[in-house]
């Protein structure tokens, strides 16, 4: 069974990747910083990393291929400067504008799951 989850999430992210030119987990984190309660489209990284389950440096290197993208923009925490946060820029809004208004078929599997 194990072995079907992971096929049926690949098979997303592979959709995915064609329909929008994003990987599961850049679409994790648009998701995430765009529906951002309290403040929409800012969050530290920490924050990122617990909401999303990624380990630090797995947090780090999706948060660097969305920046690279234009997609997300840091700051730096006016209290610690050791702290950055994260927010969504046009771009990012723009391509998760269209991540909702095109969304990618879910394999038949992970329908179960809902």
């Given amino acids: ?3 079907d989850v992971l096929m049926a999430f690949n098979e997303f992210e592979k959709s ?3 329909v929008h030119s994003l990987s599961l987990n850049e ?3 648009l998701c995430l910083l765009g529906e951002n309660g309290n403040e929409p489209g800012r969050l530290s990284a920490s ?3 617990e909401k999303t389950g990624f380990t630090a440096s797995h947090t ?3 948060l660097r291929s969305a920046e690279s993208r234009k997609w997300i923009s840091r700051s730096l925490c006016a209290q ?3 702290k950055m946060y994260f ?3 046009p771009e990012g809004w723009n391509k998760l504008g269209e991540l909702k208004k095109a969304p990618v078929e879910i394999p038949a599997l992970l329908k179960k799951l809902f």
Avoid: E, F, P
């Fill in 87 to 89: 927010k969504l820029t």
């Fill in 47 to 49: 924050a990122i990393a």
């Fill in 60 to 62: 780090s290197k999706v």
């Fill in 27 to 29: 679409a994790m984190v």
């Fill in 1 to 3: 069974m194990m072995k």
């Fill in 80 to 82: 610690d400067r050791r």
């Fill in 16 to 18: 995915l990747i064609q």
